[in-house]
């Protein structure tokens, strides 16, 4: 027992209490539920689910949504977080199942990393935001000294009919509107730039943005600043690992929730916030729009990104979790949770476009026009401008964002520092903190470069391919590897040694959706995303020809590792072709629960023979070579000492 107490003792990560004393667990259930809701829901509940909402048909969206909860979000929710669970290793490591696979969690891997870049830029707009609010009045409710001739504060009825040609960004507000100070108006129609003072702050002053991806242009300061703030605030939430984020996610992740309440009950009560709730949930929802495939396809990609499915963080996390947690149960609360929190931010969001649609005299439905950041640094900052006491409720909402933000890039960091840690576990045991803090520095140094002037366009182009076609192709790989190589009964008796023997009516929806329907979702989101692709734009910019391409190289790179792994694993086994492709399609020796006192007769070995070959799925095979066998785990816990050694699955 003295070299297990200076284990932990070494081990800052490791508590008393802790089942698996290599790698640590969650302190408690709760530490472990707030994390993974944090994870799931981020910056898209606010932002991207309203405006998908109010794109397609209001309330009428809710249906589609629902749906694909339920027969693609939550298998796959519930997939992950179990094959994590299982074997207790991150989203690499967990390829130990099925080895020439083991490509699959590189490229989440990858692909949490580019996306960590440039997530957290968005987390410096937010604080930017935040402090830039601690005056009064806002510096967007006017046209003030950073502005243009081309900055207008409000509609003026129907003295002038202008038609707006904006070439800075999508359209925020359309309105017939007057710059006359004479109170003329011009003879006849014309089209001339009008932007509302939000726009023009963002795009001026908080973005100081240039006039395309070419024009590059120096770092603005300020939101590097901003940006070296939030990896700081991360690294300091990260530097136990779950010992130290698991504390700080009791404020992090139940704080948005307070703000979004203290948002609805401001809302309601402003005139016309009826008009944006009914069109939002009432008799303003657009039915009509469900017979259109895209808002199948909108629905559909929502849940799939709200989630976080395969990006690797559902798996990472779940792999501190004790061996017989209700992975089940935990699955069905975070998704529910998840979804029902873009439900109740829409109301919040839809009662202030309630408000602006009564203060510009026009229908929720033409009121905000806007996508990508518009929502969130155009729209809803000019409707917080103009209520009383506005500074307040702008702090409030982008401290908000940063909550939600930092919950999100906690997981993303996770991913990294987990497959480290299970790469290298004798490197890093004692080394916690650099394991943390090294990948947040080094992900800061990249992230400047999007801090520029171009920095924008920029998160755009990341945002569209890195976030996108590596995911669905990922997850679809998950599912063929997990459920039609490793195999699927297999898969279920793995899940049901955590939770316990199902009956085979509660599999039997669990198997349509992991055989047939999620992999037919993800084919089809797949096949339309790549019929219907266009060059990215920010609004009225369009991207040059060597961005796009340089998005497509982004995608390649996430990619590129799942066959390069694959033909590096058949190579380095040994036998005939047939027998090296047997070999890396069957678990590695060492694959199962982490820990011995869980493998049980499936995976133990009760006569100690280390060299029996593990059990395939189809034609039989021989054992696999030694070369495609990942090191073995560290040296064994006091619950598995005694125990049965990490043998052969038995057939």
């Known amino acids: 027992m003295s070299d297990d107490h200076e284990k932990q003792q070494q081990n800052s990560h490791v508590g008393s209490n802790d089942e698996n004393i290599d790698r640590g667990n969650w302190t408690n259930k709760r530490e472990y539920m707030l994390s993974m809701i944090g994870y799931a829901v981020g910056l898209g509940n606010v932002w991207r689910f309203p405006y998908l909402a109010y794109k397609n048909g209001g309330g009428a969206f809710l249906i589609p949504y629902f749906i694909m909860l339920i027969v693609a979000g939550i298998p796959l929710f519930f997939l992950e977080s179990s094959f994590g669970q299982f074997c207790s290793q991150g989203p690499i490591n967990v390829w130990r199942a099925l080895p020439i696979f083991q490509g699959v969690g590189v490229a989440m891997v990858l692909v949490s990393t580019l996306v960590a870049i440039y997530y957290n830029v968005i987390i410096a707009y937010s604080l930017y935001y935040m402090f830039a609010s601690f005056q009064s009045p806002l510096p967007w409710s006017d046209c003030f000294y950073w502005s243009n001739s081309n900055c207008s504060l409000t509609p003026r009825g129907t003295l002038c009919n202008v038609t707006r040609a904006s070439n800075w960004s999508v359209p ?64 300091a939430a990260l530097y136990k690992g779950i010992k130290s984020s698991g504390k700080v996610v009791y404020f992090t992740s139940t704080f948005p929730y307070v703000v979004l309440l203290i948002l609805l009950i ?17 008799s303003q929802s657009n039915l009509t729009k469900l017979c259109k495939a895209e808002v199948w396809r909108d629905a559909a990609t929502q849940i799939f990104y709200s989630l976080s499915i395969a990006w690797g963080g559902v798996t990472a996390l779940s792999s501190y979790n004790k061996f017989h947690n209700n992975v089940f149960k935990d699955a069905l609360i975070v998704c529910l949770t998840n979804c029902g929190t873009s439900v109740f931010a829409g109301f919040a969001i839809f009662s202030i476009l309630g408000h602006m649609a009564h203060v510009y005299g ?23 401008s103009k209520l009383p006491i506005s500074p307040l409720w702008s702090i409030l909402f982008f401290f908000m964002l940063l909550t939600l933000g930092l919950d999100s890039q906690f997981a993303g960091i996770e991913v990294i520092s987990t497959c480290l840690q299970d790469a290298f576990p004798e490197t890093f045991k004692s080394k916690n903190v650099i394991v943390y803090v090294a990948p947040c520095a080094i992900l800061f140094l990249l992230g400047v470069c999007v801090s520029l002037q171009a920095g924008i366009y920029w998160v755009t182009l990341m945002d569209q391919f890195c976030a996108g076609f590596v995911l669905l192709i990922a997850a679809l790989l998950e599912l063929i590897g997990v459920f039609y190589i490793y195999g699927g009964n297999r898969f279920i008796k793995d899940i049901e040694m955590m939770i316990g023997t199902r009956s085979s009516l509660f599999w039997l929806w669990w198997r349509a959706c992991w055989f047939f329907i999620s992999p037919s979702i993800i084919i089809v989101i797949l096949v339309w995303s790549l019929l219907t692709f266009s060059p ?21 790179f ?7 792994l694959a033909v590096w694993k058949i190579l380095t086994s040994q036998g005939n072709p047939w027998q090296r492709l047997c070999a890396v399609c069957s678990p590695v020796e060492s694959w199962g629960p982490y820990l011995d006192v869980h493998r049980g007769e499936r995976y133990g070995d009760p006569d100690g023979d280390d060299e029996t070959p ?15 066998s990942p090191p073995d785990r560290t040296s064994p816990t006091p619950q598995s000492t005694g125990g049965p050694s990490p043998g052969a699955l038995s057939p």
């Open 172 to 235: 925020v507000l359309t309105a017939n509107m007057t710059l006359w100070e004479n109170g003329t108006c011009p003879e006849g129609n014309i089209s001339i730039t009008v932007q509302s003072p939000s726009e023009q702050y963002w795009d001026l002053v908080a973005l100081q943005r240039s006039s395309s991806l070419d024009e590059t242009g120096p770092v603005v300061w300020h939101l590097a600043l901003c940006l070296l703030l939030g990896w700081l605030l991360i690294a």
């Open 266 to 282: 401001r809302g309601v009560t402003l005139e016309g916030a009826r008009d944006g709730i009914e069109f939002y949930m009432g």
């Open 362 to 384: 026009k229908p929720v439905s033409e009121v905000c026009v806007c996508v990508g950041f518009g929502l969130a640094f155009i729209a809803y900052p000019d409707a917080l």
């Open 536 to 556: 990215p734009s920010y609004g009225t910019v369009q991207y040059p020809a060597w961005g796009v391409a340089l998005g497509w190289c982004m995608i390649a």
């Open 558 to 564: 996430c990619l590129l590792w799942i066959p390069l």
């Open 614 to 628: 593990v059990a395939t799925t189809g034609p039989e095979c021989p054992p696999p070579g030694p070369n495609i």
